[in-house]
Nanobody, 127 residues
């Protein structure tokens, strides 16, 4: 299975901002729906956001809506997650995932699994 590569994690103070990147050198992300997830110790993986492959349609979980923004730059083969107004409860390992072309609702509702995953990048929100 081809792995994606996340970067941009680190330590940030509450209220601060951080931008994560997701890319791969093995294939183009243009044809994939990309999702962002996070998992904190002792908690289940949480879906945060996704962006579809063709029209830039996006989805946000209620926990991050209004604070996080997903975007893609196909010329750089990169998908971003800009995170603003970070809170301690946002601390987690953040993962990106790529899935073949499908209705974005299929990914949002968990009807279609993602095909490729990254290894994650740690985000710690603490003073």
């Amino acid at each position: 299975q081809v792995q994606l590569v996340e970067s941009g994690g680190g330590l940030v103070q509450p209220g601060g901002s951080l931008t994560l990147s997701c890319t791969t050198s093995r294939f183009t992300l243009d044809y994939y729906t990309i999702g962002w997830f996070r998992q904190a110790p002792g908690k289940e993986r949480e879906g945060l956001s996704c962006i579809n492959s063709s029209h830039g349609i996006t989805y946000y979980a209620e926990s991050v809506k209004g604070r996080f923004t997903i975007s893609r730059d196909n010329t750089k083969n990169t998908v971003y997650l800009r995170m603003n107004s970070l809170r301690p409860e946002d601390s987690a390992v953040y993962y990106c995932a790529a899935g073949g072309a499908a209705y974005i609702s299929d990914y949002v509702l968990g009807r279609r699994p993602y095909d490729y995953w990254g290894r994650g990048t740690q985000v710690t929100v603490s003073s």
